[in-house]
């Protein structure tokens, strides 16, 4: 009897006991025993954290930086990072302005539209946040590099926090601490990560605060509170204001979280008025401050959702309005995007009126090269205007290993989906990555370019690609017969072990970074001239 009062009471407990009984075989997951207990010694991920800023500091001063001022002068010329130049200028333009005149901008002139559409763009906040400090560094006349750096760095802090976040969403989710400390580690080396978390941009904050949504919708899925999900909603709010390509991401994972909740509790498990009103009043007489800070943060996070978001969709339909929907068509050839963007479409529309021969679209070989793009572009540092190619070797040694784990993912996920956090984890990842794919495929048939390809988009769910893929392997390995895996552990532990290393994010950078466009001239006076292949052109 007590134990129905209980179920009634707590929606989900007893099916959260039946989730954890589940976890705890999926624990046989976890890395080998020796190994396992090597990952969860706290000195291996601070040792990890460490190395990543050090490498991180180390970026964000050599990589040479674009010279901009905020007043429409946007080349991408001189930087390496991707859309760093514009990133950049939009602060420069923020800060230039009176603190009095805040975030709301009623007109610019057409020079300014080299940093892009700024009237109704719905990721400002991070551009007027950096401001103040770049406010302060500009009256001070401090140099221009000092506030580049300063910029990298502070999203160098970014960076490391979404690391710490990563580890406890994958923990959340479900997954053992070995696999949780192994995958964070490999994203914290995996390049494109640790580049973007070095350089100027929206990306690491947003991210982070991405991450940081789903970590708490995962802790909703196994025990459910109202104040769990609306942490998610919050932060979920301000991960869009970052960034608001996450508005559909952030309603998915939060939708789903809700939707296994009530199945397995029922509609009270998620919408019990009594105990959340319960929940609310305990919050404010213990925890005052923290109840307060929150909802504050939900009221200011609502209040610009509504002015830039709400207003966009109802004035322009869309939450990104196109720049000529605000300004002339000429006044937006000067916003580089857009002039790149209305010359393909335009090239292709005239080359299909004028009956030019049209290349069959082919779904297998895009996907192949969209698969490939993708990769390699995580790992390497590739922006558009690179020619270089990764060496094949390097290239077949990676595509073995993501062949190997495709392969043990697909053979192995009906054992891996024994529990609804895993289930959530899984699908969150899975419509990220079909929905970055469905974009891409249709901007190649309305561009026919291959535009926005690029890794860097699928960093938001890559712990839990890497936590789904080591877990896979392993249950993949343990299934293998005893003979086979006393033959095969040598090559397979090599194989690993070379593209550990030829894709950890060192490696990668100084390997094809051999010119000193990429530096900056301190580096190139610091750095040895065999690594960044200055004396080569000397």
């Known amino acids: 009897m007590s134990g129905r009062t209980v179920d009634a009471t707590r929606p989900g407990r007893s099916a959260e006991r039946g989730d954890r009984t589940i976890v705890t075989r ?82 610019v002139p057409t020079r300014d539209l ?74 914290a080396f995996t390049g494109r990560y640790m580049w973007q978390s070095a350089a100027v941009s929206y990306d690491p904050a947003a991210m982070t605060l991405f991450l940081l949504c789903l970590y708490f919708c995962a802790r909703f899925i196994h025990a459910p509170s109202p104040a769990t999900l609306a942490k998610a909603v919050v932060v979920g709010g301000w991960a869009i204001i970052g960034k608001y390509t996450f508005v559909p991401f952030v309603v998915v994972a939060i939708v789903v979280a809700v939707v296994m909740v009530a199945q397995r509790d ?88 004028s009956g030019a021969p049209q290349t069959p679209f082919d779904l297998l070989e895009f996907a192949g090269r969209w698969c490939t793009t993708y990769f390699q572009s995580i790992f390497f540092y590739r922006d558009r205007n690179s020619t270089w190619a990764v060496q094949p070797v390097v290239a077949l040694l990676g595509a073995l290993v993501f062949v190997a784990a495709c392969i043990a993912v697909l053979l192995t996920l009906r054992s891996i989906l024994r529990t609804r956090g895993f289930v959530w984890g899984v699908a969150v990842a899975g419509v990220y990555v079909a929905a970055m794919f469905v974009f891409n495929l249709q901007t190649f048939l309305r561009l026919d370019n291959d535009f926005a390809f690029s890794g860097r988009y699928l960093l938001p769910v890559l712990p839990l690609i890497y936590a789904i893929a080591i877990v896979a392997a392993l249950a993949f390995w343990r299934s293998l017969p005893s003979g086979w895996r006393r033959v095969v552990v040598v090559p397979v532990v090599v194989v690993v072990l070379v593209v550990l290393v030829l894709y950890s994010a060192p490696v990668a950078f100084f390997t094809y970074a051999r010119d000193p466009s990429w530096y900056t001239d301190t580096a190139l006076r610091l750095l040895p001239h065999w690594l960044t292949g200055a004396g080569s052109n000397a």
Request: overall charge positive; some cysteine.
């Open 266 to 353: 029922g509609l009270r498990g998620v919408v019990d008025v009594r105990h959340a009103l319960s929940s609310f009043r305990d919050g404010v007489r213990r925890r005052t401050a923290g109840t307060v800070a929150w909802m504050l943060a939900f009221v200011v996070a609502a209040a610009i959702i509504v002015e830039r978001f709400g207003v966009n969709l109802i004035v322009y339909r869309q939450f990104n309005p196109d720049c000529d929907k605000l300004h002339t068509h000429q006044q937006c050839l000067t916003f580089d995007i857009y002039t790149r963007n209305y010359n393909a479409e335009r090239n292709h529309d005239l080359a299909v009126l």
């Open 114 to 187: 080299a940093m892009g559409e700024v009237l109704r763009f719905p990721s400002y906040f991070y551009y007027y946040v950096m401001s103040f400090p770049v406010k302060v560094m500009i009256n001070e006349a401090l140099p221009y590099s000092w506030i580049v750096v300063f910029l990298r760095l502070v999203n160098l802090v970014a960076g490391l926090l979404g690391l710490v976040v990563a580890r406890r969403l994958l923990k959340a989710t479900g997954f053992s601490e070995s696999i949780a400390v192994l995958a964070v580690v490999l994203l």
């Open 26 to 107: 999926l624990r046989s997951f976890a890395a080998p025993s020796h190994w396992g207990v090597l990952l969860t010694h706290p000195w291996v991920f601070r040792t990890a954290m460490i190395v990543f800023v050090v490498f991180g500091v180390l970026f964000a001063v050599i990589l040479r930086y674009p010279i901009v001022d905020g007043n429409g002068t946007v080349p991408y010329v001189g930087t390496i990072a991707p859309d760093e130049h514009r990133h950049i200028a939009n602060i420069l333009f923020y800060a230039h302005r009176s603190i009095t005149s805040g975030p709301i901008i009623d007109s």
